[in-house]
């Protein structure tokens, strides 16, 4: 997660980041609803039960962020974010997922999600996240990331299945990540780890303009759209490892 501390920072003069909340459970969406109005920077412009009420909701009044169930009974999360993110490119979606949901997570990614969190979420970490993503980087939950992969393997060694290569050497067949710099691999590898850009930065000991001229080449580089697609690449050409994923705190 890109940050654990719950304290609300400073934004006296800043308009409140506004979020729709969608999820078909009434008792989740209140208890969000009661943790986002607890903040001074955060405001819940509309709540949804389904992801077909989104767009028009979204109409009477954008929201920055959107706070996304996956499942749902009418239409889904990944079918309401293909529906808004259109007409509202500048809103931001973090889905909400349980363990369950790991099969929905390309999908979610392909219709252009900017943050993937489990339902067992911290609230001080969900804080968080949704500041992170509204400051213009993506949240990918470790053990969702860990999830992917898993699942990249399982297809990779299905559609390849006289193939004795292990999953390592399977990642190995994508192109090869030599064109990134040794720094950049180390950010990248932060960043699959969940880092935001701050503590990126204090990590290596640089500023913040350094650590996002290394993200925007990464992205580059990579051919990834966002940090999100950046994170599969560094999972698929092996700067980290499954195993580190899930032993990250």
Not at 104 to 118: K, M, Q, T
Not at 125 to 145: N, Q, Y
Request: proline residues 6%.
């Amino acid at each position: 997660y890109p940050m654990t501390n719950s304290e609300q920072p400073a934004r006296s003069h800043a308009a409140p980041i506004r979020i729709g909340l969608v999820d078909d459970q009434p008792l989740v969406r209140a208890g969000f609803a009661m943790l986002l109005g607890s903040q001074e920077d955060l405001d819940v412009a509309w709540q949804a039960s389904d992801g077909d009420e989104v767009l028009d909701l979204a109409r009477a009044q954008p929201a920055d962020i959107v706070l996304m169930d996956v499942q749902m009974a009418r239409v889904n999360g990944i079918a309401a974010t293909e529906r808004l993110l259109p007409e509202f490119p500048d809103t931001q979606v973090i889905m909400l997922t349980t363990f369950d949901d790991q099969n929905f997570v390309h999908g979610a990614i392909s219709a252009g999600a900017s943050g993937f969190l489990l339902k067992d979420v911290e609230p001080e970490d969900l804080l968080a996240a949704i500041r992170t993503v509204h400051s213009g980087e993506a949240v990918l939950s470790p053990r969702i990331t860990a999830q992917v992969l898993q699942q990249l393997r399982s297809e990779q060694s299905a559609s390849q299945p006289n193939s004795h290569a292990t999953p390592v050497a399977a990642a190995a067949t994508a192109p090869p990540a030599e064109d990134l710099t040794p720094r950049e691999l180390d950010v990248l590898k932060l960043m699959a780890l969940g880092y935001s850009n701050t503590e990126i930065a204090e990590c290596e000991f640089v500023s913040m303009a350094t650590v996002k001229t290394h993200v925007r080449h990464i992205l580059t580089k990579t051919g990834s759209r966002d940090r999100v697609h950046a994170v599969l690449y560094a999972l698929t050409h092996g700067v980290v490892s499954v195993e580190e994923l899930l032993s990250h705190p």
